[in-house]
């Protein structure tokens, strides 16, 4: 399998080039040449494997089909290092919950950060390490995360070898718990950079490095967010899992609403329903922060700026320019190169939005791509955790319950709803007060977190100094 770029590269790289480049040279994100098609009789077969073997065997079966340079002994072992009853709680790993009127939970944080950015950040850091030492390089990885991407990705790469991790995060903008998840580590590869702003000038500060190439290949800079393409095919090995465990046969088809700040996780579903899994609508939620909600409503992707950008109870979706969101917009567009870097090369950084209601393919995005969108506030997703409490007994994160507000909205008759669960409720712990009146369970191991001493740097928004503190702690 060869990989190119969103905008126009064709350079082909292989999957373990591109697992620690990041971003292309272009500026643009990095996709298979092709999906690869599962047909009724690899469906069947995949279903089987995951009945009858496990997550593991699954992550391996779906990822061979888009990595040809480690070889299968090689990567089974690092699925089946990843993917342990051990770190993520159970033997289905991503067990489905039934919760309401054809509208199911897929647990998907139950891994070391209480978040299901661990079901992809797990298999990154086993896979960078593996890289590495196959190298014989060292990394030094740049991130930028609103909440769980941070945490997920430290707790994945700490006493790796050959791995540094510089993690940028809007100052003052996390809970409390995520703050303390990151900034209580004190392994040596971490470094924790508090911006003054909010995520997407962090994001745009990583991005930023990592167009400049010059520095980029000095440094060994790589990525774990989302634009990292090891990590998006990493999550949709779980589309798969909850269809599996939500249909008897290939013959039914599912929904899924996921609660989307970056357009990463949804993404995911995006090239699994790309690939043949048979799904009727990925549904789009969103918070206060309705960028993408926008898009799928009127055909405009308008960026906000850092002062438009709200802060809300479900914080990790408090993003106003989604990165992912050119991969999509790439294959929307007949995957052409030259469109999409005008889009988001270009028309975004002079006016910061396009428009594509007349464009002939808008009418594509339901008809074609399954897509649907809505939004959740503070309210609602008050009534929500509250309601699924007292209905339901199961407290469920501000993440979550703006994807159940907005899967109630959507759901059909006859198809099931998933819900992808995004965290555990301590995560937001005063929400979860405010809307129930007590506090969320809390696994012992986080007893305490955040009373632990903190390590962090504060930093204004300035790529230059981004670029001069990775290259102090380089030398």
Known sequence: MKYISTRGDQSSKHFCDILLEGLAPDGGLYLPAHYPQVDDAALSRLR????????????FEVLSLY??????????????????????????IVPLRPLENGIWLEALSNGPTLAFKDMAMQ?????????LARRGEELNIL?????????????????????????????????????????????????????????????DMVKAVSNDLDFKRQYKIGTVNSINWA????????????????????????????????????????????????????????NENDVLDEFFKT?????????????????????????????????????????????????????????LEAHPAFSQVTRRYGFD?????????????????????????????????????????????????????IKFAATIIEATGREPDRPAKFNGIEALPKRVVTMATDVQAIKAFIAGHCA
């Open 48 to 59: 089987s494997v995951y009945q009858n073997q496990g997550y593991a065997e699954l992550a």
């Open 67 to 92: 990595i040809d340079d480690i070889p299968s002994v090689d990567l089974m072992a690092l699925c089946r290092k990843t993917y342990t009853t051990e770190v993520f709680g159970s033997p289905e």
């Open 123 to 131: 298999l990154l850091g086993n896979l960078f390490e593996y890289e």
């Open 143 to 203: 991130g930028a995360t609103s909440g769980d991407t941070g945490s997920a990705a430290e707790y994945a790469m700490r006493g790796k070898t050959g791995v540094r991790v510089f993690m940028t995060s809007p100052q003052g903008r996390m809970s409390p718990f995520q703050q303390a998840q990151m900034f209580s580590l004190m392994d040596d590869n971490i470094f924790n950079i508090a911006v003054d702003g909010v995520f997407d000038d962090c994001q």
């Open 231 to 286: 990590r998006l095919l990493a999550q949709v090995v779980y589309y798969f899992a909850g269809y599996f465990q939500a249909t008897q046969n290939n013959t039914e088809k599912v929904s899924f609403t996921v609660p989307s700040g970056n357009f990463g996780n949804v993404c995911a579903g995006h090239v699994a329903r790309m690939m043949g899994l048979p799904i009727a609508r990925l549904v789009v939620a969103t």
């Open 299 to 355: 055909g405009i992707y308008r960026v906000r700026s850092s002062a438009d950008t709200h802060e809300t109870s479900s914080p990790s979706m408090d993003i106003s320019k989604a990165s992912n969101f050119e991969r999509f917009v790439f294959d929307l567009l007949g995957r052409d190169g030259a469109s999409t870097k005008a889009l988001f090369g270009d028309a975004l950084g002079r006016v910061g939005c396009f428009d």
């Open 373 to 425: 969108s809505d939004k959740s506030t503070h309210a609602d997703r008050l009534a929500t955790i509250k309601d699924t409490w007292e209905h339901h007994g199961m407290m469920i994160d501000t993440h979550t319950a703006d994807g159940v507000k907005v899967a109630r909205a959507h759901v059909q008759s006859g198809v099931p709803m998933i819900v992808l669960e995004t965290a555990l409720p």
